[in-house]
């Protein structure tokens, strides 16, 4: 039990779609990245929120974004939808720190058709 | 360009056998992490390091800075242990906390 959570647990969409994902951290936990994880590949970093603010963001166009909550929840938003955005969505939370111990949600399965 | 790479990227072991999997990386970090994935894609950390070593029951993580090297130990292992184990690193990068993942290392433990 890492104490964040996500929802919902799977979903299925169709190309051209918008998907809402949510993560809720831990209190106290200021850092949440998202991840996307296709089938059999490591995760790759989409973006980052520290204190309600983007902090980085990687190799993913404009139609990802993301917004963080001064509550400690978080929400993944993936516009018009593709087929290869099917895949495991994950967050992780940490109090900051590079140093710090990441915890994991559960993990969103998008699946696009 | 910043990569992390696992090895072996499967392994198949029996029950009790000692399992070392391995990381390596490219450049500097952070802090170098230990994850384990189970079917159904719930991530669970196992290692934070920085340097040195780690224990924790049967799991032992060991990194070497200045090779750029890391390895994860199971010792007496068991069925429950199979899953998938990923090494990240949090490079030293402007995005605080960011991690870069290997593909993961799949054990499979038979009795």
């Known amino acids: 039990e890492t104490g964040v959570t996500q929802s919902p647990t799977h979903l299925i969409k169709t190309r051209g779609q918008q998907v809402t994902l949510r993560c809720s951290s831990q209190?106290?936990?200021?850092?949440v990245s998202w991840y996307q994880q296709a089938l059999g590949q490591g995760p790759q970093f989409i973006f980052q929120y520290y204190r309600e603010e983007e902090n980085g963001r990687g190799n993913f166009p404009p139609r990802f974004s993301g917004l963080q909550f001064p509550n400690y929840s978080s929400e993944l938003n993936v516009n018009a939808l593709e087929l290869d955005d099917s895949a495991l969505y994950l967050c992780?939370?940490?109090?900051?720190?590079?140093?710090?111990?990441?915890?994991f949600g559960p993990g969103t399965r998008l699946t696009v058709l | 360009k910043n990569e992390v790479e696992q090895s072996p990227q499967n392994l198949t072991a029996q029950e009790g056998e000692f399992i070392t999997i391995n990381c390596s990386y490219s450049v500097g970090i952070s802090a170098l992490h230990w994850l384990q994935q189970h079917p159904g894609g719930g991530i669970v950390s196992l290692f934070m390091l920085s340097s040195g070593k780690k224990k924790h029951g049967r799991l032992i993580a060991t990194i070497n800075i200045q090779e750029k090297h890391s390895s994860l130990h199971i010792t007496a292992s068991h069925p429950r242990d199979s899953a998938v184990y990923i090494c990240?690193?949090?490079?030293?990068?402007?995005?605080?906390?960011?991690?870069?993942f290997g593909t993961g290392t799949r054990l499979q433990v038979t009795l």
């Open positions: 990240a690193v949090s490079f030293l990068d402007p995005i605080r906390s960011k991690l870069t």
């Open positions: 209190s106290g936990h200021n850092t």
């Open positions: 992780a939370s940490s109090p900051g720190l590079p140093t710090d111990t990441q915890y």
